[in-house]
C-alpha cells in the first residue's frame, strides 16, 4: 500500500503533526508543495484551519493531485476549535476524490491561545489515528 503525508504550516503546528504520523506510518512528511508521487493508496492530509477555511494551497493541492490520490485522510489544527475536515471533504469530493469519514482535529497554538499544543500527547493521538486508517 503507497502512503504519502502532506501538510500545510504557517507556524509549525501542522507540521509537527503530520511529522508524528509520517513517523509512525515509517514514511516522510512533505509539503503540500510536493506532488504525489505517482499513485498513492492513501494521503495523510495535515491541514490548518486559516480564518475558517482551509488554506488555498491545500485545495490546489488536491486539485492538482486528484487522479493520484486514493483516498484522503484529514488531519487538522486551529485555534478556532474548528476542523477543516467538512470544507475540505466536500471540495475535494467535487474534484472526485474520495474522502475519509474519519478525520482527527486539535487545538493549535496561536498567539495566547492553546500554547504547546498540539502536545506530545496530541502528536501520539494523530500518530494512532492515522495508524488506525489503514
Do not use: W
Request: net charge positive; aromatic share 6%.
Amino acid at each position: 500500500m503507497s502512503v504519502e503525508v502532506r501538510y500545510l504550516s504557517r507556524g509549525g503546528n501542522t507540521k509537527r503533526l503530520a511529522e508524528a504520523v509520517a513517523k509512525a506510518l515509517d514514511v516522510r512528511a512533505k509539503s503540500v508543495e510536493e506532488p504525489v508521487e505517482g499513485r498513492a493508496d492513501v494521503v495523510f492530509l495535515c491541514a490548518s484551519v486559516y480564518g475558517g477555511s482551509p488554506d488555498k494551497a491545500v485545495l490546489n493541492y488536491v486539485k492538482q493531485n486528484a487522479r493520484d490520490i486514493g483516498r484522503l485522510v484529514v488531519l487538522s489544527t486551529s485555534a478556532s476549535g474548528k476542523s477543516t475536515h467538512t470544507r475540505l471533504k466536500a471540495a475535494a469530493e467535487d474534484m472526485g476524490v474520495q474522502v475519509s469519514e474519519a478525520y482527527f482535529h486539535c487545538p493549535g497554538a496561536f498567539l495566547m491561545l492553546h500554547r504547546g499544543r498540539p502536545n506530545a500527547e496530541d502528536c501520539a493521538k494523530a500518530a494512532a489515528f492515522a495508524r488506525a486508517q489503514l
